[in-house]
């Protein structure tokens, strides 16, 4: 069983006292993600920019603090098993993920210590995979019929950002706001958001 602490880019959650899977569900459950189709387009485009995924690129393990999972540059994705419960969020984690991926491969010089760089990834996978969809908003107790998607997204975007011992809060906000009209309408490798 392995162990894993906070990675460079994490997705959160409301854990709302759910019990997760075992390593061995979770790990089934990323292998039955790998037939939804914006896993598969990302996997594919991740290829195509010359980033190979290898078998063990995307593994389930057991986390040690409330995040669903992260990517971190050199070892993959991880999916934190004790903290999912059903098929959707994995598939979630691991479309959020799989863009911070993409970002990594396609910007070789992306630095996850540089705030304004770490924020412009935070965007892109809050917008591109869904994470702020109306119904994922509603199903986390936050009910607002305009803006709710930019909003949430912020939000979303801080709180991983507090997570980088590099970022303060003041920087965090500050790298958000200017990256983000920029980083907003990148939808690559979309031709626009999903």
Request: proline share 3%; glycine share 8%; net charge neutral.
């Amino acid at each position: 069983m392995e162990d894993a602490a906070a990675p460079n880019s994490g997705s959160d959650l409301n854990l709302g006292g759910k019990r997760g899977k075992s390593i061995e569900e979770c790990q089934d459950m990323i292998q039955r993600s790998f037939r939804n189709p914006i896993v598969k387009f990302l996997m594919e485009q991740m290829e195509k920019s010359g980033c190979r995924v290898g078998d063990n690129f995307v593994k389930a393990v057991v986390c040690t603090g409330p995040v669903a999972g992260g990517f971190t540059k050199g070892r993959g994705i991880t999916v934190c098993s004790n903290y999912l419960t059903i098929q959707d969020e994995v598939n979630q984690v691991v479309i959020h993920e799989l863009i911070h991926a993409y970002d990594e491969c396609r910007a070789k010089n992306l630095d996850w210590t540089n705030c304004a760089h770490h924020a412009c990834s935070e965007i892109r996978a809050g917008h591109l995979s869904g994470d702020c969809h109306f119904k994922r908003e509603l199903l986390r107790g936050f009910i607002k019929l305009r803006g709710h998607e930019q909003e949430c997204i912020k939000r979303r975007v801080l709180k991983s950002l507090r997570g980088n011992p590099y970022c303060s809060e003041v920087a965090a906000k500050d790298a958000m706001e200017a990256v983000w009209d920029t980083c907003y309408n990148d939808t690559k490798p979309f031709d626009r958001a999903p």
